[in-house]
């Protein structure tokens, strides 16, 4: 409740606007049963048919006023309900830029995903019932009550001690509901990961023969969740034929007592037509407004799931010191000393004692095998993860001592997973430099080795399939290098981003490559021999240590280890050299 609150606070004035409409209905609704009964008791008695017309024109003009509440209130509502998620959804993905990749790990992508959208979906939903079912029982069951006591002490009373009990009943009723509903929502959570484990892991099930045990689990998780929801839908079949049963009681009690005091010269017959309009309108307000308290458990859980997003403490912060401002340029674009990094939880250091420069002017290549530690390089030096022992500089100062904004406006990268936005070419090339021109674009492209976008359709506005699905692995990857490019940077980092690449295609981009970035520093992460050949200096990654630095002639004398990857990866397994 206390995140709705802070959500609603900078929406003060429309909840206002929103409690004044409401009131404005319900004072509407109560009003004309009254006037019918004044229509009844002095109209019909009189026969003044003036004063029944006069009656008629009030109840019609009530009607409007009441039926205006409820539109403007209903607009009023889904605006304010529009606004608290678009709130929520900016605070819940601003908060994940925060997040360092393993902060982020700890929710999955599917379930931001779910959190983002499915669960404030539902909180915006919630709140639109609150206002509408729950928020106005209060004030029908105080006016409702009120008038009731207008017409007759005896009947006011009657009618408080129905909605007392009424009220009693829909509270034990909810404490049940939300106990099967809160079960409902956790079997509905464990039918989702059972059916994305058998969906994602459907060929290892058919590789071991497992198909038989997992149908047996998933018929299993299948059938708690349908007893449980036919438990919850016989609940609410017994609260509506509860609820009818208790109108039409409160309807006879009214009548029979009604027509005692009539007898009595208490009350006129009209009166009796005004007390039932306010019993059922009371209690027809308290059982719509216990059937929504009744689906809360999961608006519960949505509103758990979106704090625990909104109150996650970053790993990585910037200090109140760091540097925002832009740095000097300085030779030494990066430099490693004695860093040693190893992932949360983890038993083993991912990387050890690394100590190297990247200069300006020169290009550093890392290369080992899977999992020796080579992305985490580039992944610490964009402080994605902090270091665990030593130290990162860039631009001279400690990455730690940069705000992250202006560490990453110095480094232009390109993912080992080549990654488009759904849009244009035009538009994934904009991400490097916003103002960048047509004419800009296209060069770009052209050192790229990304010529076949001139030969597309529409060039430049072709269109790019969200994560760029409809290009090939080398396509994709030298559109994702043409937009690393468009940005100028200190430092360019290419994790793996040749592998796609064709001999040729690789020799020519590199060779382009070095004159458009002969001012910076660039780091080239990469599988293949023939990529990092020219390289200034190649780091050999073993284990997460250094076991060789220098160029690859040195390399192939010196270091085993590269040695043995470089006659891997030569034709017929002959000497390098």
Partial sequence: MKLILQFLKP????????????LLDVAGGLLVPRLTADMINIGVESGSLDYMIGKGIAMLAVTVLSGAGALIGSWLCADLSAKIGQDMRNAVYEKSLTFSEHDFEQFGTGSMITRTLNDINIVQQSVVWCIQMV???????????????????????????????IIVLAVLVTRKASVIFERLQ???????????????????????????????????????YAETAVSANLLFAGLESTAFFVINICIVAILWIGGDRIGAGFMEIGDITALTEYSIMILFYIIMAQMVIILLPRARVCIGRIREVLEKEPEILDGEDSIRS??????????FRDVTFRFPDADENALTDLNFICRKGETTAVIGGTGSGKSTIAKLLLRFHDVTEGSIFVGGADVRNIAQNELRSRISYVPQKAWLFSGTIADNLCYGNENASEREMRRILSVAQADFVSSLANGLDAHVAQGGTNYSGGQKQRLCIARALMKKADLYIFDDSFSALDFKTDAALRKALKEEVADAAVLIIAQRINTILNADQILVLDEGR????????????????????????????????
Avoid: W
């Fill in 11 to 22: 929406y003060r004035r429309l909840c206002l606007f929103n409690i004044l409409a409401m």
């Fill in 135 to 165: 928020l106005p029982v209060p004030a029908v069951c105080v006016m409702g009550v009120g008038l009731a006591f207008a017409i007759d002490r005896v009947m006011g009373v009657l009618l408080i001690a129905v909605t007392v009990l």
């Fill in 186 to 224: 956790r079997l509905l959570d464990r039918m989702n990961v059972v059916l994305r484990e058998n969906l994602t892991g459907v060929r290892v099930i058919r590789a071991f023969n497992k198909e038989k045990d997992e149908e047996k689990r998933m018929r299993k998780t299948f059938e708690d």
């Fill in 326 to 335: 832009p740095m000097k340029p300085a030779v030494e674009a990066a430099v």
């Fill in 546 to 577: 250094i076991v060789g630095i220098g160029r690859h002639e040195e390399l192939i004398e010196n270091c085993p280890v590269y040695r043995e990857i470089a006659r891997s990866q030569m034709k017929g397994g002959g000497e390098v050299g």
